[in-house]
């Protein structure tokens, strides 16, 4: 009978109970240092604000007096950049999963367009900004107007929703969709009245991630040159415009110049933040109506 040292047991657990505790210290000052970075961050934004929100800077347009400048145009830029975006992104991002998890037979091009897909999630967002300057704003000679950037940002938080619809529809019981065939239903009627309903909490949740990056996004919309200038309000996808984000670092980078601006740069922020939340709010609350039903 072979006999165990419960000495080299015993030291063999406390080393490991001590690499616990020290793991997990790790995690907790990681954890607690970002926590404080983002804390220093939102009370110096919010404190530079402090005095600029009011009803004017709402209302007013871009002024170069910091006084009477307002972030009115930037704001219906931003709210017709994702009346582009929303559509586009969940058009194209959820009709290709489908094709993916549901058509496309299991292969070399399925694998091919699979991994192009992932590459695209981590190709930086300057990279989709010169993309979208060589074909929406000069081959298709759109210009900076609303619909190039839409696209644009489109193209930007793509991946994102085509790899969340997948994971979604991949979730959903096979059973679900051989009780469907079995009552005679169509490939496209199970998609349409089974999978997609079951997977549209999952949906949602790809299209809020996408949305809420494609709403901070500068870089893209700077290379299509964006401007920052007294531009009439957009009344149309065919119209020039700024958005929030480009609107923050033209004011970041002339608060060098004027102090002022780096006070409205912080209160554009602030506006921005609230923007993003209420549309994360209204989403979710979208989302989770639908995951009771189904």
């Known amino acids: ?74 704001i219906y830029g931003t ?49 989709f900004g010169i993309l979208g300057l060589t074909i929406f704003a000069r081959a298709l000679g759109l210009g900076s107007v609303v619909l190039a950037g839409g696209l644009t940002m489109a193209l930007l938080v793509l991946p994102v929703v085509v790899v969340a619809s997948q994971e979604a529809i991949r979730a959903v019981p096979q059973f679900l969709r051989e009780a469907s065939y079995g009552m005679g239903a169509t490939k496209w009627q199970t998609i349409k009245n089974v999978v997609l309903p079951a997977a549209l909490p999952g949906i949602l949740t790809g299209v809020i991630l996408a949305l809420s990056r494609a709403i901070g996004e500068t870089a893209p919309l700077v290379v299509i040159g964006i401007p920052a200038l007294l531009i009439p309000l957009p009344n149309g996808i065919l119209d020039k415009f700024t958005v929030l984000p480009v609107q923050i670092y033209y004011w970041t980078v002339d608060s060098a110049l004027t102090a002022e601006y780096a006070n409205l740069a912080a209160a554009t922020i602030v506006i921005l933040l609230i923007v993003l939340f209420a549309m994360n709010s209204i989403a979710i609350i979208i989302r989770n109506k639908f995951q009771k039903r189904f």
């Open 79 to 127: 709210l017709w950049l994702m009346a582009v975006v929303a559509p586009a992104t969940m058009i194209l991002g959820v009709g290709t999963a489908i094709y993916l998890e549901e058509y496309a037979k299991k292969g070399k091009f399925q694998s091919f367009i699979q991994t192009n897909i992932s590459n695209l999630a981590g190709v930086p967002s300057v990279v």
């Open 1 to 74: 009978m072979k006999y165990i040292d419960t000495t080299v047991v015993e030291r063999k657990m406390g080393k490991r109970l001590l690499a616990n505790k020290i793991a997990r210290l790790v995690f907790l000052l990681a954890t607690f240092f970002g926590t404080a970075v983002l804390a220093v961050l939102i009370y110096r934004v919010v404190s530079d604000s402090m005095g600029w929100i009011d009803k004017d800077f709402l209302l007013n347009k871009l002024s170069t007096d910091p006084e009477r400048a307002g972030i009115l145009g930037a």
